[in-house]
């Protein structure tokens, strides 16, 4: 019940954004652009390589829910750039899973995320922006709800624009936790390794449809030195457009449905995107 009405709310706070949000910026305030805004950097679970613009800080919200095994997690994640370049970008990664007895949530393991836009940027045909990645242990591995020792992450997303109306995006990414703990407190090295792709065609600058494509092949601790692995492989229709409002605030409400196919044969469900891009200072006159 609890997780219905977590859906139910999520998803009428995005109907209520869609309806609402344009008719103020209508009603008011400042006079927006003739063309709107594009949407760049808002895939849902494949990660693109562009740091956000100088001065220009993003709130992400996701929500996943899948059938039949009932998992669901939501996460919270922050970008602030440092640099004019912009080459430098640091974020951070909250989030929320339920225990392994399904009786319970709480907070799992937080990601601290430094990127750096080796080549290119969102104006380029081709952007590459390594990431490296410090997991802190703040899920209790004894609920099941983070790996129980501070892990290593690196991934290596690159971007290609194929034509005007075709963007592309590539993963590979891989996860080391030296001391992870299982649900019984044994102690193990884990490993886990990513890989991603997906097509993005921008219908229009605030319209885009996204298909992605997304594999993992994960470790969990059952016994001391013992290590079990396991994989899922995802399908990800979806859709993303963009509410611009006054004052540089761009809104980007999004909703996928991922498939299972191969080891995730039979799974199905929701996921449900909304981010919020606006300037957090003022940008020097050139």
């Given at each position: 019940?609890?997780?219905?009405?977590?859906f139910?709310?999520?998803?009428?706070l995005?109907l209520c954004l869609?309806?609402?949000?344009?008719?103020?910026?209508?009603?008011?305030?400042?006079?927006?652009?003739?063309?709107?805004?594009?949407?760049?950097?808002?895939?849902?679970?494949?990660?693109?390589?562009?740091?956000?613009?100088?001065?220009?800080?993003?709130?992400?919200?996701?929500?996943?829910?899948?059938?039949?095994?009932?998992?669901w997690?939501?996460?919270?994640?922050?970008?602030?750039?440092?640099?004019?370049?912009?080459?430098?970008?640091?974020?951070?990664?909250?989030s929320m899973?339920?225990?392994?007895?399904?009786?319970?949530?709480?907070?799992?393991?937080?990601?601290?995320?430094?990127?750096?836009?080796?080549?290119?940027?969102?104006?380029?045909?081709?952007?590459?922006?390594?990431?490296?990645?410090?997991?802190?242990?703040?899920?209790?591995?004894?609920?099941?709800?983070g790996?129980g020792?501070?892990?290593?992450?690196?991934?290596?997303?690159?971007?290609?624009?194929?034509?005007?109306?075709?963007?592309?995006?590539?993963?590979?990414?891989?996860?080391?936790?030296?001391?992870?703990?299982?649900?019984?407190?044994?102690?193990?090295?884990?490993?886990?390794?990513?890989?991603?792709?997906?097509?993005?065609?921008?219908?229009?600058?605030?319209?885009?449809?996204?298909?992605?494509?997304?594999?993992?092949?994960?470790?969990?601790?059952?016994?001391?030195?013992?290590?079990?692995?396991?994989?899922?492989f995802?399908?990800?229709?979806?859709?993303?457009?963009?509410?611009?409002?006054?004052?540089?605030?761009?809104i980007?409400?999004?909703?996928?449905?991922?498939i299972?196919?191969?080891?995730?044969?039979?799974?199905?469900?929701?996921?449900?995107?909304?981010?919020?891009?606006?300037?957090?200072?003022?940008?020097?006159?050139?």
């Amino acid at each position: 019940m609890k997780t219905k009405f977590n859906f139910t709310f999520i998803c009428l706070l995005i109907l209520c954004l869609w309806v609402v949000v344009p008719s103020m910026a209508a009603d008011g305030a400042a006079p927006q652009p003739a063309a709107p805004s594009p949407i760049q950097d808002n895939s849902f679970l494949v990660e693109e390589a562009y740091n956000q613009e100088y001065g220009v800080v993003q709130h992400i919200n996701g929500f996943t829910r899948l059938w039949p095994n009932g998992q669901w997690a939501y996460t919270f994640t922050q970008e602030w750039p440092f640099d004019p370049a912009p080459r430098n970008q640091f974020s951070y990664t909250l989030s929320m899973v339920p225990t392994s007895d399904g009786r319970g949530s709480g907070l799992g393991d937080t990601a601290l995320n430094y990127r750096y836009q080796l080549v290119g940027n969102g104006e380029a045909r081709i952007a590459f922006a390594p990431r490296a990645t410090l997991l802190l242990p703040t899920g209790d591995s004894r609920l099941g709800r983070g790996a129980g020792g501070t892990g290593y992450q690196a991934s290596l997303p690159l971007s290609v624009v194929i034509s005007p109306h075709l963007v592309t995006h590539w993963n590979v990414g891989a996860t080391f936790v030296p001391h992870a703990h299982g649900l019984s407190g044994d102690e193990s090295k884990t490993w886990g390794y990513n890989l991603g792709q997906s097509f993005i065609w921008l219908a229009k600058p605030h319209c885009n449809f996204l298909l992605e494509t997304v594999w993992n092949g994960t470790e969990t601790v059952v016994g001391r030195g013992r290590t079990a692995r396991s994989h899922t492989f995802l399908i990800n229709p979806g859709v993303r457009w963009a509410i611009n409002a006054p004052h540089g605030l761009q809104i980007v409400p999004g909703i996928g449905v991922p498939i299972g196919v191969g080891p995730s044969a039979g799974e199905k469900g929701v996921f449900i995107y909304l981010s919020f891009e606006h300037p957090f200072r003022e940008l020097p006159k050139r």
